[in-house]
């Protein structure tokens, strides 16, 4: 396992696994089988509605809670609601969080990170952080903040790289976390004669490929699967490395090319959805 440093001291595993899109049965057998694996890391969400599932897991899995790093996200609906941290709490069952992110730049996002400062200051929350938010939100967030965020989750894959965005984020000391780190399933990335030939050279498939060079590219991933061969597979990751010209022929891949674009129009939507997390299993 590798791990990045954030900007207070908390050490966040390089690879996780992530729950978005799976049903409460789904995550929780697919938590327990990425830590019985070695995972460390666990991504879910008030908007997933699996937080009890993920919760279940952790339990039934048999570790210590300070061996998990648990992270999760507050939905634009709940930002203006004091016991929006609270509840996460419980639905996760836990007495704390290691990384909270505010999921979308969307409503009363600064009384939404309030929140999460105070959680973090009462000691509920160890680190907090960004998600979909742009350099300009990022910037009125520090403007204004107490808790510096320490961690940006946003679409970084081969074929959008978000360059300038990472060298924003490193002079904040903020680190990035990808998701979609495999290009959302687009069969043209993944059969990109460069990973085939990379992964026949190290013995790897080319989603493994992909998600060492975002390792070794400081990008933090969580790829999310409920098939066990895939979890073990997409852990498999530490016992080689790309070479310097090897990182450098992925870097040339760069289109800019992004599969989830924000509107003020969805992000009005995200603003007005509430997530049935009361009705969650």
């Given at each position: 396992?590798?791990?990045?440093?954030?900007?207070?001291?908390?050490?966040?595993?390089?690879?996780?696994?992530?729950?978005?899109?799976?049903?409460?049965?789904?995550?929780?057998?697919?938590v327990l089988s990425a830590l019985q694996c070695g995972y460390r890391l666990i991504d879910t969400a008030n908007a997933y509605v699996n937080e009890k599932a993920v919760g279940r897991a952790i339990k039934r899995s048999g570790l210590r809670r300070e061996e998990i790093f648990l992270e999760t996200k507050l939905w634009p609906s709940f930002y203006e609601q004091p016991d929006a941290v609270e509840k996460t709490l419980q639905r996760l069952d836990t007495d704390y969080i290691d990384l909270l992110l505010l999921h979308q730049p969307a409503g009363n996002y600064m009384a939404g990170y309030r929140l999460m400062e105070k959680a973090c200051q009462e000691g509920k929350v160890r680190a907090i952080g960004l998600s979909n938010f742009t350099a300009e939100q990022i910037r009125e967030i520090l403007a204004a903040c107490q808790v510096k965020p320490a961690v940006l989750q946003t679409e970084v894959h081969p074929y959008s790289q978000e360059k300038e965005l990472k060298k924003f984020l490193q002079k904040e000391g903020m680190v990035i976390q990808a998701w979609y780190p495999l290009g959302h399933g687009d069969r043209a990335l993944i059969q990109e004669p460069l990973f085939a030939e990379l992964g026949e050279k190290y013995g790897k498939s080319s989603a493994q490929i992909i998600?060492?060079?975002?390792?070794?590219?400081?990008?933090?991933?969580?790829?999310?699967?409920?098939?066990?061969?895939?979890?073990?597979?997409?852990?498999?990751?530490?016992?080689f490395s790309l070479n310097p010209e090897?990182?450098?022929r992925i870097s040339a891949m760069d289109r800019k090319k992004r599969y989830y674009t924000s509107t003020p129009e969805l992000l009005k939507r995200y603003a007005e959805m509430v997530p049935p997390v009361d009705e969650q299993k």
């Open positions: 396992m590798e791990f990045a440093a954030l900007h207070n001291g908390v050490k966040m595993p390089m690879a996780g696994i992530g729950t978005f899109l799976l049903t409460p049965d789904e995550a929780e057998a697919s998600l060492r060079w975002h390792i070794q590219d400081g990008n933090i991933v969580i790829p999310g699967s409920k098939n066990p061969a895939h979890i073990k597979d997409n852990f498999d990751l530490f016992d090897e990182m450098a």
